[in-house]
């Protein structure tokens, strides 16, 4: 049922030194320092582990750019770029010309988002052709490719593969297995397209690696953009704008430090950590593969989110919470269809990991000398260690899920297992693993 079975030393592998640090957190938090004006550079493949990105960057949720060894290899970044480094439009209309692709217009500001049309790839390459040959304009305005599920359109196609850094996806493994949906994503724009300040969705982590072209990031840490509100209490649409100078409109903009700027350049990865606002350009014409993702080092960050989520849509309907039949339940359906999760598929969500890394672990436990297995359905295999960190995890937001006083309003007995059970079940599990 679970498909067919890969060996784990393909997969992410924490070493003991990296479990432990997870154990001590609290103690060693306040240890470690970083420049939040400075990104550090990870050049080689060979010498930088796993375990080294865990302690480094996921944990203390630090962004970081891998340089174009770790995607040499890829065959996007042979196939659709040409010899001089640009968009290789013959091969990719070729390919993909009759797919239907969502395009935004950067010109055009919608709320704070830019609105998007669909239409197929080889319309989209004819005007990106016209776009550059009339030096980067059109009546059409600025059109740029995004959030084209092309894993999902097409999943033998081998145009990447994810860096073992990133495959620690909770997030793409549960929508894998109930077959919904992906975060999985191909850009592709001219130079000049860009995407307005946001942060990504559940508060994800995310990668982002250009096949080609170049990417100025302008970053900010979780909590900056709180300074950058305006007295309305709205988010910019554009952080470069000249309104945020004024204290008239955004109170708050002189106590925001100024963003963390970032150039990518081709064939380099950005890890941009969970919470991290952010405003992007391409700087030439560029194409680029986005993952978003969530696992045990940020899925607490997630639930935070949910939980904010959820209260402001409790405050917009707070009039009708006396008179409303089932107000309780009318928040969580208005949550989800804003947000795209409510709190008891967050629920099945946890579950669902659970499920998956419980084989891992029990496996390791009768067989100390074999590798891990995981299905090959799930984007890796994790080592021991990293299976038995995810059980830990789900099990503290699964109990922090159980005592938030909106999850207990909820039907929660029609869940099954019920939380209480599954808590207990993978504590046993956790226990006899740490023996």
């Keep these: 049922m679970l498909g067919s079975m890969l060996l784990a030393s393909t997969g992410p592998k924490m070493d003991k030194e990296a479990f432990v640090f997870y154990q001590n957190l609290d103690q060693t938090r306040n240890s470690i320092c970083y420049d939040s004006r400075h990104i550090n550079y990870i050049d080689d493949p060979v010498t930088f582990t796993y375990s080294m990105f865990f302690r480094l960057y996921l944990l203390p949720n630090r962004p970081c750019v891998f340089s174009a060894k770790f995607t040499d290899s890829w065959e996007s970044r042979k196939r659709w770029v040409t010899q001089d480094g640009k968009p290789n439009f013959d091969h990719l209309l070729l390919k993909f010309g009759e797919v239907v692709v969502p395009v935004a217009n950067c010109d055009v500001k919608e709320y704070n988002s830019n609105p998007k049309e669909q239409m197929q790839l080889a ?5 990106w052709k016209d776009y550059i040959q009339n030096n980067y304009c059109s009546p059409k305005g600025c059109l740029y490719l995004k959030d084209w599920h092309m894993f999902r359109a097409f999943p033998n196609q081998d145009a990447y593969r994810t860096p073992v850094f990133f495959t620690s996806d909770w997030l793409n493994e549960y929508w894998d297995a109930i077959a919904v949906d992906d975060y999985r994503f191909v850009y592709m724009g001219p130079k000049g397209s860009w995407t307005p300040f946001h942060a990504d969705v559940f508060r994800s982590y995310s990668w982002s690696a250009n096949v080609c072209g170049r990417k100025k990031w302008l970053l900010f840490p979780a909590g900056q953009e709180e300074y950058l509100r305006d007295c309305h209490g709205n988010l910019p649409y554009d952080v470069t704008a000249l309104e945020l100078q004024h204290s008239s409109t955004s109170p708050g903009s002189c106590q925001s430090g100024q963003p963390l700027e970032v150039i990518q350049e081709a064939g380099e990865v950005i890890f941009i950590p969970s919470g991290w606002h952010h405003q992007v350009y391409n700087l030439e014409d560029t194409i680029s593969i986005n993952h978003n993702w969530v696992n045990g080092c940020n899925v607490s960050i997630m639930w935070h989110f949910l939980q904010g989520e959820l209260q402001a849509v409790q405050q917009e309907i707070r009039e009708w919470k006396e008179t409303m039949v089932d107000w309780q339940l009318h928040c969580q359906v208005i949550m989800k269809s804003c947000t795209g999760i409510d709190y008891k598929e967050f629920y099945y969500f946890l579950k669902t990991i659970a499920e998956h890394r419980v084989p891992a672990v029990k496996h390791s436990l009768k067989n100390k000398a074999s590798p891990v297995i995981l ?57 006899s693993a740490q023996r």
Excluded at 123 to 127: A, G, N, P
Excluded at 383 to 402: K, P
């Design 123 to 127: 319309e989209f390459i004819s005007y």
């Design 375 to 431: 299905p090959a359905q799930h984007s890796s295999s994790l080592g021991h260690l990293h299976a038995v960190f995810d059980l830990q995890r789900i099990v503290e937001v699964i109990n922090a899920l159980m005592a938030n006083q909106d999850f207990k309003k909820l039907d929660t007995e029609s869940l099954s297992p019920p939380p209480e059970e599954l808590v207990h079940h993978l504590k046993e599990i956790i226990d």
